[in-house]
């Protein structure tokens, strides 16, 4: 009778090949990116001590500016002057408004991501920029009325970057699909407007909703300021959205379009069931990319006298005991601008992570 005798399984070999080779196959893989990699270490040792010297270990971060004695950054100029980055001179005492909309905004986006309900999704679109408005403006359930002279900072330049955003998404959907559309007359107004504005500079299209569009109107009547400059880019943007949506419409296989036909849809109902989402999946990188270019654009709003983040900088700067401080306000304006755009990739990136089903 045969006997059998059962051995400890061993363990399946690892398939981590180890630090040492990652190194060697992307860094040190022959004599070119061994020098690369070595002058790149060396750029590095000699920029980032000093660097964090003069911004953490030598700055200054409380007191007084008589009592500045250290060579590094002086924060403590950001620190007195942090209302006003980030609120422009909106009322010290109304600032929970603006922070209330900021929380907001972050639950609205994350339940766009989340909430698999169109209807809900749909919902939460229309009511989300009348509550934004109430809060900022004011006038409305017994909230003190803000005038926007007063809006500024930060604030500012995340309202702006939002309106247009969101306000020239659909306009630009609509354009693409004049765009191509088969009907001469719409398709030629669609195309003659994409090229105007895109053969047009932002700040010219700024100036003229500043200054040329008030000559239109009769006596008595004047558009607010903001609200001119709101119209401006979101006809500006909506152009470049448009052409971001068309490159996407033409990826599209025309199987698709032959598809829908076989099912009995129409052009509205394939387009919004099959076709539109995914040419917009397909658009997504760009999408953000151009999102991405009217966020830093918004700094041009300064030409018509709005005070976003970084106009807040001159400002703040030419406060005669505040001289000298535009490098520590230009420094801390820069690292606002990467953290939102930054985190403004990263959720786009989590949102084609999120329709990726082509796998």
Partial sequence: MAVYTFKEAKAAPSTSRGVLFWLRENLFSDIKNSVLTLLGIYIVYIMIPPLLDWMIFDATWSGTQKEIVNSGARWIFIIEKFDQFMYGFYPVAEHWRPNLVGLISIAFLLSLKFIPNIKVKLGLMLIYPFVCFVLISGGWFGLE?????????????????????????????????????????????????????????????????????????????????????????????????????????????????????????????????????????????????????????TTLVL?????????????????????????????????????????????????????????
């Fill in 145 to 297: 009325e803000v005038p926007t002279e007063k809006w500024g900072g930060l604030m500012l330049t995340i309202l702006v970057a939002a309106v247009g955003i969101i306000a020239s998404f659909p306009i630009g959907i609509v354009l693409a699909l004049g765009r191509q559309s088969e009907m001469p007359i719409l398709k030629t107004l669609c195309v003659g407007f994409i090229e105007f504005i895109r053969g047009v500079p932002l700040i010219t299209i700024l100036f003229m909703a500043s200054v040329v569009l008030p000559l239109f109107f009769s006596d008595g009547i004047d558009f607010d300021k903001l609200l001119r400059a709101l119209i401006g880019i979101t006809l500006f943007q909506s152009a470049y959205i448009a052409e971001v949506i068309r490159g996407g419409l033409q990826a599209i296989p025309k199987g698709q379009y032959e598809a829908a036909e076989s099912l009995g849809l129409g052009y509205w109902q394939g387009m919004l069931l099959i076709i539109l989402p995914q040419a917009l999946k397909i658009s997504i990188p760009n999408l953000v990319g151009s999102f991405i270019s009217l966020f830093k654009d």
């Fill in 303 to 359: 030409i018509i006298g709005l005070f976003d983040v970084l106009a807040m900088v001159t400002l703040t700067t030419s406060d005669a005991l505040w001289l000298g401080y535009e490098i520590e306000g230009y420094v801390f304006v820069t690292m606002i601008y990467w953290v939102c755009c930054f985190s403004m990739s990263q959720y786009s990136k989590s949102v084609e992570r999120k329709y990726h089903t082509e796998h």
